[in-house]
């Protein structure tokens, strides 16, 4: 039972800053742009994740050299068209479907045939989407049952650019499409409905050829051939994403305050903020500021006098994908019936999320109706939980154990969480913090 964790009581109220750790996007397209850069690229609070050390490991396959000097990363990169490997490498992207795909659209060019493994959960996930429109720029693909992992991909050098329509909400894909434009003669094109956009970011900053048109529920992306990519030196701010675990459970406990310090607030990730608001959550942004392209901010939360329901703007999906497990439980305690739809995309993560929100809801005691791709929580103001939960076998998802560990705090009752280990890919400090908030 070392792998697991047990929760009894709910958590006091409390008044403290934390810092959570380094985003895990921007870390690990950090990885990416440093390793294609021309000289020595420093960061500092990297994400000290798996998924960022599968990144590093990656680039390294690929002959680039990587250091650590008092928690500073040293990326020396040898330029967009660098890579210096044998034949018949592997690349294991273990639980990232960050790096996995993002992976593929620099490799399109490669010379010899690469493979990309990846954990069970994330040889579940749909590879096609990404295989597709890159072998249109004219390189192909080898995909485990067509679409799954391990696959291998082999390289062109007579690469033509495409047009590209990616309507699922995916950054994943799009920016996968990016970096294959960057390898291609010509110009590339992409509309694609609106989702993260850390990529066009940091490609903006760095000054690469790209432009960006934003419509009103798309964006149109232009890309052409990268020459030449100058080094970039990264003071990472916090992850949003885990800041929502604790944005959620300040919400839901009594007479509590916290500020979660410098966190970076990209407007196409603050969606849990925009939809916890709706719900009457008491959320705040102190000392705003732009770094590197990108706003951050500390955040402040304090408990709110009472929740309502919400009937979810679909516009908002995209912007709280990875967030959506800790807005169901505050839907829990919301007053009235909350509707969630068009959330598909949830069952492409590392588990099927909308499926495993219905199972945490049902043991909490929470009725819920779910389609393939909605749920309406009926939320109960005054759930207090008086039972023995057990959470396992959700593929190791970190989400799912936090969002257990969340609703444990919050709402009582008896729980044994398994795979703890599981925030080793995104968020090793979490229970840390966690023990900080319950002193």
Same mark, same amino acid.
């Given at each position: 039972?070392s792998?697991?964790?047990?929760l009894?009581?709910?958590?006091?109220?409390?008044?403290?800053?934390?810092?959570?750790?380094?985003?895990?996007?921007?870390?690990?397209?950090?990885?990416?742009?440093?390793?294609?850069?021309?000289?020595?690229s420093?960061?500092?609070?990297?994400?000290?994740s798996?998924?960022?050390?599968?990144?590093i490991?990656?680039v390294?396959?690929?002959?680039?050299?990587?250091?650590?000097?008092?928690?500073?990363?040293?990326?020396y990169?040898?330029?967009?068209?660098?890579?210096?490997?044998?034949?018949n490498?592997?690349?294991n992207?273990k639980?990232?479907?960050?790096?996995?795909?993002?992976?593929?659209?620099?490799?399109?060019?490669?010379?010899?045939p690469i493979?990309?493994?990846?954990?069970?959960?994330l040889?579940?996930r749909?590879?096609?989407?990404?295989?597709?429109?890159?072998s249109?720029?004219?390189?192909?693909?080898?995909?485990?049952?067509?679409?799954?992992?391990?696959?291998?991909?082999?390289?062109?050098?007579?690469?033509?650019?495409?047009?590209?329509?990616?309507?699922?909400?995916?950054?994943?894909?799009?920016?996968a499409?990016?970096f294959g434009?960057?390898?291609?003669n010509?110009?590339?094109?992409?509309?694609?409905?609106r989702?993260?956009?850390?990529t066009?970011?940091?490609?903006?900053? =760095?000054?690469?050829?790209?432009?960006?048109? +934003? $419509?009103?529920?798309y964006?149109? &992306?232009?890309? /052409?051939?990268?020459? #030449? %990519?100058?080094?970039?030196?990264?003071?990472?701010?916090?992850?949003i994403?885990?800041?929502?675990f604790?944005i959620?459970?300040?919400?839901?406990?009594?007479?509590?305050?916290?500020?979660?310090?410098?966190?970076?607030?990209?407007?196409?990730?603050?969606?849990?903020i925009?939809?916890?608001k709706?719900?009457?959550?008491?959320?705040?942004?102190k000392?705003q500021?732009?770094?590197?392209?990108?706003?951050?901010?500390d955040?402040?939360?304090?408990?709110?006098?009472?929740?309502?329901?919400?009937?979810?703007?679909?516009?908002?999906?995209s912007?709280?994908?990875?967030?959506?497990?800790?807005?169901?439980?505050?839907?829990?305690?919301?007053?009235?019936?909350s509707?969630?739809?068009?959330?598909?995309?949830l069952?492409?993560?590392?588990?099927?999320? =909308?499926?495993?929100?219905?199972?945490i809801l +049902? $043991?909490?005691?929470?009725?819920? &109706?779910?389609t /393939?791709s909605s749920? #309406? %929580?009926?939320?109960?103001?005054n759930?207090e939980?008086?039972?023995k939960?057990?959470?396992?076998?959700?593929?190791?998802?970190h989400?799912?154990f936090?969002?257990?560990?969340?609703?444990?705090?919050?709402?009582?009752?008896?729980?044994?969480i398994?795979?703890?280990?599981?925030?080793?890919t995104?968020?090793?400090n979490?229970?840390?913090?966690?023990?900080?908030?319950?002193?």
């Amino acid at each position: 039972m070392s792998n697991s964790i047990a929760l009894k009581k709910k958590i006091k109220r409390f008044n403290k800053k934390i810092i959570v750790a380094g985003d895990k996007s921007l870390s690990i397209r950090w990885v990416l742009f440093a390793s294609l850069a021309n000289g020595i690229s420093k960061a500092k609070n990297l994400l000290i994740s798996e998924d960022v050390f599968a990144a590093i490991n990656a680039v390294k396959k690929l002959g680039i050299k990587v250091n650590f000097k008092k928690k500073i990363c040293i990326i020396y990169g040898k330029g967009i068209n660098g890579f210096q490997f044998k034949k018949n490498i592997t690349i294991n992207a273990k639980n990232s479907g960050t790096l996995g795909r993002l992976i593929l659209g620099f490799l399109i060019n490669t010379p010899y045939p690469i493979r990309l493994i990846g954990d069970k959960s994330l040889s579940k996930r749909d590879f096609k989407r990404i295989s597709d429109p890159l072998s249109k720029f004219g390189t192909s693909f080898k995909l485990n049952n067509k679409k799954n992992l391990p696959l291998t991909i082999f390289g062109s050098n007579y690469l033509k650019p495409i047009k590209y329509f990616e309507n699922k909400g995916s950054a994943q894909c799009k920016s996968a499409v990016i970096f294959g434009g960057m390898r291609t003669n010509g110009t590339t094109f992409i509309k694609a409905k609106r989702s993260r956009n850390h990529t066009e970011l940091l490609c903006k900053h =760095l000054k690469l050829p790209i432009s960006i048109k +934003n $419509k009103k529920n798309y964006d149109e &992306i232009t890309i /052409k051939k990268v020459k #030449k %990519i100058k080094t970039l030196n990264y003071d990472i701010p916090s992850d949003i994403s885990s800041s929502a675990f604790f944005i959620a459970l300040t919400t839901l406990t009594e007479n509590s305050k916290l500020i979660i310090k410098n966190v970076n607030i990209n407007s196409s990730r603050t969606g849990v903020i925009t939809i916890l608001k709706k719900m009457g959550a008491n959320i705040t942004f102190k000392n705003q500021k732009v770094y590197k392209g990108e706003k951050n901010a500390d955040i402040q939360i304090k408990s709110p006098k009472k929740l309502k329901a919400i009937n979810c703007p679909t516009k908002l999906n995209s912007e709280a994908i990875d967030e959506f497990l800790v807005i169901f439980l505050v839907a829990a305690k919301a007053k009235g019936i909350s509707y969630f739809k068009d959330l598909a995309e949830l069952n492409q993560k590392e588990s099927p999320r =909308l499926e495993w929100g219905r199972k945490i809801l +049902n $043991k909490m005691g929470i009725k819920t &109706i779910v389609t /393939k791709s909605s749920i #309406k %929580i009926f939320g109960n103001p005054n759930l207090e939980i008086n039972k023995k939960i057990i959470i396992k076998n959700y593929l190791k998802d970190h989400r799912v154990f936090m969002t257990s560990t969340v609703a444990a705090l919050s709402f009582g009752g008896n729980w044994q969480i398994h795979d703890k280990d599981s925030i080793k890919t995104s968020f090793p400090n979490f229970l840390k913090i966690i023990n900080y908030l319950k002193k």
